[in-house]
């Protein structure tokens, strides 16, 4: 069974990967380093409130730095995306106005980067993490309860018959977090929690490619989202709902 130290040890390991993404980010030899760097970030925050605490100050500090990051790098993501859904079809102000917010992004977000900051932030994480550890017990549990909790999430969003785009949205974040943590912790999940995966990646690729597509409408007013997008959407949507309820149902004797 994985313990507490294990579990220091991959947060350890997320900041390594987040740190390697960082580099290549500032180097600009890697067309993928920004996704890849917002991967790991993501993937760092799911794992740390799990370990820090919501209600101690320090670790308050650190969450919301960490969360800071993350909305820096917002900007010239969108403009990235957007680039590459109009492809050829993109204009000459289009692409100006998106070069323009890309570049301004990853100004920002390197000189954030190559700050003394950052490295302080690495290393008051892992330090702050290995002392809260030390003090939780059942983190089994913890992880559990976390995995059920984003479940019934799910589940409970699902109530609403019309959802919106911020809706979709907000249901993504949601399989995202699901997703990252079940596969990051997954020696410390329910086997019926890790068999979510497939269909987590597969709903997480169909509400990515529909906000895509709204942030698109979002910068450029002639541009709209085909009812095939929503199609898409709601199929990979009702099939991870089907599956979490099946989940839910009592088991017959």
């Known amino acids: 069974m994985r313990n507490n130290a294990d579990y220091l040890l991959l947060i350890a390991k997320q900041l390594n990967r987040l740190q390697r993404s960082r580099q290549a980010l500032l180097s600009g030899c890697d067309t993928e380093a920004l996704h890849d760097f917002r991967v790991q970030l993501r993937s760092l925050r799911t794992l740390l409130p799990l370990a820090l605490s919501s209600k101690k100050q320090p670790d308050q500090s650190i969450l919301r730095a960490w969360r800071g990051l993350a909305k820096l790098s917002n900007s010239p993501r969108d403009a990235e995306v957007m680039m590459d859904l109009l492809g050829k079809q993109i204009i000459a102000v289009q692409k100006q106005s998106l070069q323009q ?27 702050q993490a290995h002392l809260r550890l030390d003090l939780r017990r059942q983190l089994k549990r913890r992880i559990q309860q976390q995995q059920a909790k984003l479940r019934q999430s799910l589940l409970n969003e699902n109530l609403t018959s019309t959802p919106s785009l911020n809706d979709w949205h907000h249901r993504r974040i949601t399989i995202k977090q699901l997703r990252y943590l079940t596969e990051l912790a997954a020696d410390w999940s329910l086997a019926s929690t890790t068999n979510l995966l497939p269909t987590l990646k597969t709903a997480q690729t169909a509400l990515g490619h529909l906000q895509d597509k709204h942030t698109l409408t979002l910068w450029f007013a002639n541009t709209e989202i085909h009812q095939s ?3 898409s959407t709601e199929r990979s949507w009702n099939k991870l709902i089907t599956q979490l309820l099946e989940m839910n149902a009592p088991t017959l004797p």
Not at 104 to 122: C, F, R, V
């Open 101 to 127: 917010h890309y570049s301004i992004g990853i100004i920002q977000l390197k000189t954030i980067l190559s700050s003394p900051q950052l490295q302080s932030l690495h290393h008051k994480t892992l330090q």
């Open 229 to 231: 997008v929503f199609e």
